[in-house]
């Protein structure tokens, strides 16, 4: 072999690992990506636990509850919505003071007893 020659296998051998880098370097990027799309589910559920569980406690308790959203919710009877996750909570008198059906921005939210209603309104 003479000086500053390369053997045909070695050049393959580097195109091998210079493949199989860029294999799990893509593997990597894959999975990043879907840990980003379930935290962000995982994030969406969890609002969307909280805020049924402030519902049932505002009805069961008179408890009112203040808290802070990061996510838009549609509401209505039984039914909430946050994102791409559904809840459901067992109380059908829950409004906005106008609406059975309505949709609270991410933000501060009071959540009150008011006569036989919960009433949801962002501060």
Do not use: H, W
């Amino acid at each position: 072999m003479k000086k500053a020659q390369i053997s045909p296998e070695m050049l393959m051998s580097i195109g091998a690992a210079i493949m199989i880098f860029f294999l799990v370097l893509l593997l990597i990027a894959d999975k990043r990506e879907n840990l980003r799309a379930l935290e962000s589910y995982v994030s969406e559920r969890e609002t969307c636990i909280k805020l049924a569980d402030a519902i049932v406690n505002a009805y069961t308790g008179g408890i009112e509850t203040n808290f802070t959203i990061y996510y838009n919710a549609t509401i209505s009877p039984n039914l909430l919505r946050v994102g791409t996750v559904t809840c459901t909570y067992p109380i059908n008198t829950v409004s906005n003071l106008t609406d059975k059906v309505f949709t609270i921005n991410s933000g501060q939210v009071r959540i009150e007893m008011q006569g036989e209603n919960v009433t949801i309104q962002n501060v």
